[in-house]
């Protein structure tokens, strides 16, 4: 199949590419790959819908992240069938720090926590849109194939987050936001993690080829 082509401007947005050390570490634990995927679409869908409660006075934001919340739970679904065909068993598994530390660099005050909370959306989507195309050339046809196919979906909720956010903040505060998230993304992402989920940082014990992408 043909290898998936990132947006330029997705590139750009993120602060790092995905370590090597860990596509190394997903392609050793496929199984725990999926079952995170699957809680990662679930949270997707939640926060979509938790937005849509909070500031659900504006038609068109609610419009967009209703729809936004449809796709990741059909994407949920997709990811249930895939681990039923694979045979590997539902069951729970501990949240990685990666939202949890993105949500703790949003401000508390509105519209900055809007502001805020909708670039943490776009990095997080524009990271998992990354970390597909950083899988797809390692992964069997099947998995490949799905993961592929999710990358344009990703990216446009990436751009939607950040549209929004565009719209409801003034231009110069969300660079300074999207730069602020900027940095404490990257620290999530490099630095070492005790466990392997979809969006944790560099697994520690292979923290040795965390510099690079798996060639």
Partial sequence: MNLPELPADLIEFLPCPTPAAWVEAALAQQDVLLLDHRNCELKAAAT???????????????AALSKLAREELVHHEQVLRILKRRGIALRPLTASRYASGLRAA???????????????GAFIEARSCERFAALVPHLDEGLAAFYAGLLQSESRHYQGYL???????????????VLRIRAVEQELIESPDAEFRFHSGCPAAMEAGRDGRVA
């Fill in 163 to 177: 549209r929004f956010a565009r719209r409801f903040g003034e231009a110069r505060d969300v660079e300074r936001a």
């Fill in 106 to 120: 949003v401000r508390t005050h509105e519209p900055a926590k809007l502001i805020d909370t909708l670039i943490v």
């Fill in 48 to 62: 979509a819908m938790s937005l849509i409660a909070r500031y659900g006075q504006d038609a068109e934001l609610s």
